[in-house]
């Protein structure tokens, strides 16, 4: 059941109001995905102070200055890297990454597989708009094959990730997808993804208007958004699908939930472990001189 | 041809005009607009015979170009700040194989704090690790220096950085004179690589070296880079016939004559150099300015020959050697040994910094009057740096100094 909150919700209490405006294009999906997340924190009841939010370099790396709560913005393709530090130095934190196609998958996809793998309780926001926005829309591992980027003039040739596959295969414990059109959907799947006791992958399909769609005349944020779970999606997934006789049954929600020790915990107990055979040893020595 | 066109499409015009066959791509602000014109050039067959890669990152541009370079293809780039720093170690196996790559660095900043605007930081941070690397002044010669970048790390079988301001220079839409494929032609023969990988003819390229050879190898690559400085003036004067205009060389003095002050500066700040020089000139002061084309091989002589004349040397520099303070100067002190002459480092342009005709005037007229502190930071705020000092003496947590600094200032992310 979705616990429809949005009316108790105010985002406000929760963005640097410092900061605005914010920098993001008219028609960007990705405000609703930031708006998403932080109803989602509310909804939880998480503590502001115990919030950090880690982002890397893009569209969707900027988001996490507009939030006001612990912000770390690093390097490109980074955010992961840093966030492992982090959480494994302060586990009392949430956690959040908000990283970008490019960011998460190109420059940093070695960093994505690993926490993949390593399953610390992190919550990593891949927004994905097929795109490098902010250089000025140059193709990204998520581009769709045959869309024009400036970087393909005549459509680009390079097959495409579906990242909740990849994310799944290199082992997260926690994967979903969700697309903007679906706020409350969305919401309640970052939430899910913020109460899981370990590593959760979510990949938001979010629209870059401006750049992307124009590029491929796809017509204005309305028209994209609903298109989502259509033709809009990325060619990776087409195959996931009855297309095209069931073209809106684009997997999303939670695809992947399973059970596995969470590496931070695990990393603790062996820790307390050793340091206990190290002094019980040192105890023995002492008896014996 | 004359055209009116940015800097970056008149690089791109020229790298293609060269004829590469591989191109890797990954965009970082403000060199993207080179490798999407070339992007464009390849798919449209404006650019024949020519494999474009958008690779997924800078570290992988680099070494997709170095396998290229390897295969014996004529291989080019394009990066800057932060993709610079990121491709380091590409960066250096790259001159250590000895593969002549030709890469164009966008000069910009390096984070943190972020910062996208124009300083040299990003390709002073390479300049010890073996490439070659020529600044350019304007656009021209930055369309200019890639024609000879090609032959000059071909002939020497070295990587050639062709270095030129961000944003100053990339995204300046200024006259350029585009030479035609014959000239290019004619001026850059077709590549004949030293070492290639060729089934014909098996080699392995990367040998492990032990203490028994290393010195040598890397003996050998400053032999070269020291042929370099024979090569380079060889090629701008062959340029000069062919396409009938100076560029590049080692070095270019500027009124230098019988100057008393001697300006050292690289890139397009020389512009306005010299025209605060002629307005100082106009009023009796005997300055000039001496640029830089050549960092690496850096001309020690030709810099020696030209400032021992004079009084005293102000280098300008867009990068802070953090902890001694200039990093060009160091390079002309090294040139001035035993020549008894006043040295003033002046830092400038951090970031994209406006270096203004108006706070040169000052400067120079202070280092004329032997005034200047011998470490100076050009328009530097020293009341945003005591209020950090301040804030760092009261309290223990102080908190992060890029945003504090915003936030007395008033101005925030966004806006930037």
Redesign the interface.
């Known amino acids: 059941m979705i616990v429809d909150s949005a009316s108790a919700f105010d985002v406000r209490t929760y963005l640097r109001q410092?900061?605005?405006?914010?920098?993001l294009c008219p028609g960007c999906g990705h405000g609703i995905a930031l708006r998403a997340l932080l109803w989602a924190v509310y909804e939880l009841g998480l503590d502001k102070d115990k919030l950090a939010v880690v982002s890397g370099?893009g569209c969707a790396g900027r988001l996490s200055?507009y939030i006001d709560a612990n912000t770390f913005?690093v390097?490109?393709?980074r955010p992961l890297a840093y966030a492992t530090g982090l959480a494994l130095a302060r586990p009392d934190l949430h956690v959040v990454v908000i990283t970008g196609d490019?960011d998460c998958?190109?420059?940093g996809?070695n960093h994505l597989i690993h926490a993949c793998r390593r399953n610390l309780k992190l919550t990593c926001l891949m927004l994905n708009n097929e795109v490098?926005g902010m250089?000025?829309g140059?193709?990204s591992?998520t581009t769709s094959e045959t869309r024009l980027t400036?970087?393909?003039?005549?459509g680009n040739s390079?097959p495409n990730f579906d990242a909740c596959t990849l994310a799944a295969a290199a082992g997260a414990s926690f994967v979903g997808r969700e697309v903007t059109h679906h706020v409350p959907k969305l919401k309640q799947l970052i939430r899910a993804g913020l109460e899981h006791p370990g590593f959760a992958f979510i990949e938001v399909l979010s629209d870059c208007t401006e750049i992307f769609g124009r590029k491929n005349e796809l017509g204005s944020s309305a028209e994209m958004v609903l298109r989502q779970k259509s033709e809009l999606r990325p060619s990776a997934y087409r195959d996931t699908v009855d297309s095209p006789f069931r073209s809106s049954d684009l997997p999303t929600g939670i695809l992947t939930k399973t059970e596995r020790p969470e590496y931070g915990a695990a990393y603790r107990t062996a820790a307390a472990a050793q340091r206990a055979r190290l002094a019980a040893s040192t105890d023995q020595n002492k008896g014996r001189t | 041809m004359l055209k009116q066109i940015e800097g970056s499409r008149a690089v791109a015009e020229a790298v293609a005009l060269c004829r590469p066959e591989v191109i890797c791509a990954y965009p970082i602000s403000p060199q993207t607009h080179i490798v999407e014109a070339l992007g464009e050039m390849c798919r449209t067959g404006a650019l024949p015979g020519c494999e474009f890669i958008n690779v997924e990152s800078e570290f992988a541009a680099m070494s997709v170009a170095i396998g290229a370079s390897a295969a014996g293809a004529r291989s080019y780039t394009a990066t800057a700040s932060q993709g610079l720093l990121f491709m380091a170690e590409a960066v250096f196996n790259a001159s250590g194989l000895g593969l002549p790559i030709v890469m164009t660095v966008a000069n910009r900043a390096i984070g943190a704090p972020i910062n996208i605007w124009n300083d040299h930081s990003d390709s002073m941070s390479m300049r010890d690790c073996g490439w070659i690397q020529l600044f350019a002044e304007t656009n021209q010669e930055a369309l200019d220096l890639h024609i000879q970048a090609f032959r000059l790390a071909e002939e020497l079988s070295l990587p050639v950085m062709v270095c030129m301001d961000g944003f100053i220079l990339t995204h300046a839409v200024e006259r350029v004179d585009m030479p035609s494929l014959e000239q290019v032609r004619a001026f850059l023969p077709p590549y004949v690589p030293r070492q290639v990988l060729d089934p014909a003819e098996p080699v392995s390229i990367g040998a492990m070296v032990g203490p028994e050879a290393f010195m040598e190898v890397r003996y050998l690559a400053h032999a070269k880079q020291i042929q370099a400085l024979g090569l380079i003036p060889e090629f701008a004067a062959d340029f000069r016939k062919t396409f009938g205009r100076d560029s590049g060389g080692l070095v270019r003095a500027y009124r230098c004559d019988d100057a008393e002050t001697i300006v050292v500066a690289l890139g397009s700040v020389v512009g306005t150099i010299q025209d605060v020089v002629d307005e100082m000139r106009e009023g009796g002061v005997k300055i000039g300015v001496l640029a830089i084309k050549s960092f690496r091989p850096f001309p020690l002589v030709e810099v020696r020959e030209i400032l021992q004349h004079a009084r005293r040397v102000v280098v300008l520099e867009k990068t802070l050697a953090v902890g001694i303070g200039g990093v060009m100067s160091m390079n002309v002190r090294m040139a001035l040994t035993q020549v008894a002459l006043k040295g003033y480092t002046v830092i400038a342009g951090l970031g994209g910094r406006p270096i203004t005709k108006a706070s040169l005037h000052r400067l120079f007229a202070d280092a004329h009057a032997d005034r200047l502190e011998h470490l100076t930071f050009l328009d530097l705020d020293r009341k945003v740096v005591e209020r950090v000092l301040d804030r760092e003496r009261e309290t223990r947590r102080s908190g992060p100094i890029a945003e504090n600094i915003l936030r007395d200032l008033g101005v925030v992310a966004a806006r930037i």
């Not at chain 1, 400036?150 to 005549?154: A, F, K, Y």
């Open positions: 410092e900061m605005m405006p914010h920098f370099i200055a913005h390097t490109h393709g490019g998958l190109a420059i996809g490098y250089t000025g140059q193709v591992p400036t970087t393909t003039p005549l390079e």
